[in-house]
């Protein structure tokens, strides 16, 4: 039964290996999801409003035989968006890692171009080829730090998007209707 307001994420199965991955050893309370599962899970959750509850509802034709078969799928299920949370979180930290050492990288390349671009006049002398190539070294020093920039203001809001989703239904309650 819902609960008045409550939008659930509905995932109909014939039987419940349909929701693991088939060619994960694992002991079926630590199976990855099936990966159209998992697809499925996140892509619903990301259509209901943050605001509103959720909650995950397994419909099962035949019931697995298992002892409280609704916690263990739940534990499951939870146990599993932990670790793709966790995977999240390492993502985004080699990330910042990456573009902290891409900065320095950066920061330099553009110090020695912008240093160069400032010598090169009383290198060459005038002109216009000599503008050219001080020109070509400013950019190239800027050019350089595309990069680290990307990282910082645009590569890592995917990445915490995807880690409030997967924490989001990590905590998901869960309920496992079984028969027709």
Not at 33 to 51: G, K, M, P, W
Not at 56 to 66: I, S
Not at 116 to 129: D, K, Q, R, T
Request: proline share 4%; aromatic share 10%.
């Amino acid at each position: 039964m819902k609960r008045k307001h409550e939008r659930a994420i509905e995932v109909r199965l014939r039987e419940m290996d349909q929701l693991f991955d088939s060619m994960d050893p694992c002991p079926f309370y630590e199976k990855d999801l099936d990966r159209n599962a998992e697809q499925y899970i996140v892509e619903s959750l990301r259509e209901i409003a943050t605001q509103t509850p959720a909650a995950v509802v397994v419909h099962l034709d035949k019931p697995a035989g298992m002892v409280d078969e609704e916690r263990v799928v739940g534990d499951a299920i939870r146990s599993h968006f932990v670790c793709k949370s966790q995977v999240s979180r390492q993502k985004l930290h080699l990330l910042f890692g990456r573009g902290w050492i891409s900065l320095g990288i950066g920061l330099s390349f553009l110090a020695a171009m912008l240093t160069a671009a400032e010598s090169v006049e009383s290198w060459i002398g005038g002109g216009p080829l000599v503008t050219v190539l001080r020109e070509s070294l400013f950019i190239g020093g800027w050019v350089a730090m595309w990069r680290p920039l990307e990282i910082f203001l645009y590569d890592w809001w995917p990445i915490l998007g995807q880690r409030r989703v997967y924490d989001r239904l990590s905590r998901i309650p869960v309920r496992l209707l079984t028969g027709r």
